[in-house]
């Protein structure tokens, strides 16, 4: 495989920073509506926007992106949202790190690589208000490319009703692309967000695909898009019903703790965290995922 691909780099990077500009300004507009219910007297949160570089080791450009930040929001307790498109080449560690493609023939004689995606996590004020993950990539190589990512909902206290529609949402924009995709992609996600040493998952699950090409790009950017999409309407229907609820100090703890469990996840398993560090990506950036306060007990 010998294509350069620039026109399907830059039409995917340009959907990934098209949709992080969507979920911003959603989700700025859920700070501005919250007037009723807990914290609705404090100032909207506003993300911080800022800069990322990365640098080869010798000190040429790499890349980088925008990493956008809201803390102490009425809404949310942290959320970032971050979109990037990097480039230069693969050491063996970073290789490794990319689990699903170790081992390509022929990376050993040319390890250039590009890599453009949007990751988002999201903490709440509210813990009866669910914590969310999403992210959706595209990774090429002289010697293959491929599309992954997904979203999944972690909620602290579970309400079934809100799970149901996660995850009805979520089929709702896969079955266009045939209806074997929302199974076989929540399966993925549910065996890829457990947390072997607790013996649980993370989460109530969601969709998760990795390493995706059916050899047509085209259709595999429009999946992609599809799962992106899915996203907003999945989501911001759960916060607006649960952020007005009360809550108490035992319901504040739980969430503590279930965000124990989501770092522990996140620092020990998520193959982005250890890509990411190990190409040399912005820390901060990498690291955004974390919550700002947990508990272990």
């Not at 491929?146 to 709702?172: M, R, V």
């Amino acid at each position: 495989m010998t294509e350069n691909f620039d026109t399907e780099k830059a039409r995917a990077s340009a959907w990934f920073r098209e949709l992080r500009d969507q979920i911003v300004a959603a989700f700025e507009g859920l700070e501005d509506s919250q007037n009723t219910g807990p914290l609705s007297d404090a100032a909207p949160g506003r993300f911080e926007v800022t800069e990322t570089k990365r640098h080869s080791d010798d000190g040429s450009d790499a890349g980088g992106g925008l990493m956008s930040v809201m803390r102490g929001g009425r809404v949310f307790e942290k959320i970032g949202v971050n979109v990037s498109s990097v480039y230069g080449t693969l050491g063996e560690r970073a290789q490794h790190a990319m689990a699903a493609r170790k081992g390509i023939p022929g990376m050993k004689d040319d390890p250039r690589f590009w890599a453009s995606g949007i990751s988002l996590v999201a903490h709440m004020q509210n813990p009866h208000a669910p914590a969310v993950h999403m992210n959706t990539r595209m990774f090429w190589t002289p010697h293959a490319w491929w599309f992954g990512g997904g979203s999944d909902l972690n909620p602290c206290i579970e309400y079934a009703e809100d799970t149901q529609h996660f995850h009805d949402t979520q089929k709702k924009h896969l079955d266009p692309h045939g209806e074997a995709y929302y199974p076989r992609l929540k399966e993925w996600a549910d065996e890829y967000f457990y947390v072997p040493h607790r013996g649980r998952a993370r989460g109530v699950g969601g969709i998760f695909m990795d390493d995706h090409n059916t050899g047509d790009w085209e259709t595999d950017f429009s999946l992609t898009q599809d799962i992106g999409r899915a996203f907003l309407p999945a989501y911001v229907p759960l916060v607006e019903k649960r952020r007005v609820q009360d809550w108490s100090d035992a319901d504040k703890d739980t969430q503590l703790v279930h965000r124990g469990l989501y770092a522990e996840y996140n620092l020990v398993y998520d193959r982005g965290t250890k890509f990411g560090l190990e190409t040399g990506h912005d820390a901060n950036a990498v690291l955004m995922s974390l919550p700002p306060l947990a508990k272990w007990v």
